[in-house]
């Protein structure tokens, strides 16, 4: 069973920047996509980004330019780096990956991100 854990979430004043990691473990060879979404207070989870095994990424327009998806399949970590933080980015970010053998996506805990002045 794979578990994800997310860190690197906190308060940044808007204009800032974070960067989200997510550790994976047990039974990774199972892990095929990787990205993350969140959720706002009020509102549906939503997509942020996501990254294939080979790197091929996909971003939600709110984050396109500001936003970086990437991974270490070596190490079993995905990363967020988040640059030019509005107050619109508060939300709980959540890691998600999916399984490669059966339509199953594993979540983390998520990690609060909040941006305010």
């Known amino acids: 069973q794979v578990q994800l854990v997310e860190s690197g979430g906190g308060l940044v004043q808007p204009g800032g920047s974070l960067r989200l990691s997510c550790a994976a473990s047990g039974g990774t060879f199972r892990i095929n996509a990787m990205g993350w979404y969140r959720q706002a207070p009020g509102k549906q989870r939503e997509l942020v980004a996501t990254i294939t095994r080979r790197s091929t990424t996909n971003y939600a327009d709110s984050v396109k330019g500001r936003f970086t998806v990437s991974r270490d399949n070596a190490n079993n970590a995905l990363y967020l780096q988040m640059n030019t933080l509005k107050p619109e980015d508060t939300a709980v970010y959540y890691c998600?990956?999916?399984?490669?053998?059966?339509?199953?996506?594993?979540w983390g805990q998520g990690t609060q991100v909040t941006v305010s002045s």
């Open positions: 998600y990956a999916n399984d490669a053998y059966r339509p199953f996506d594993y």
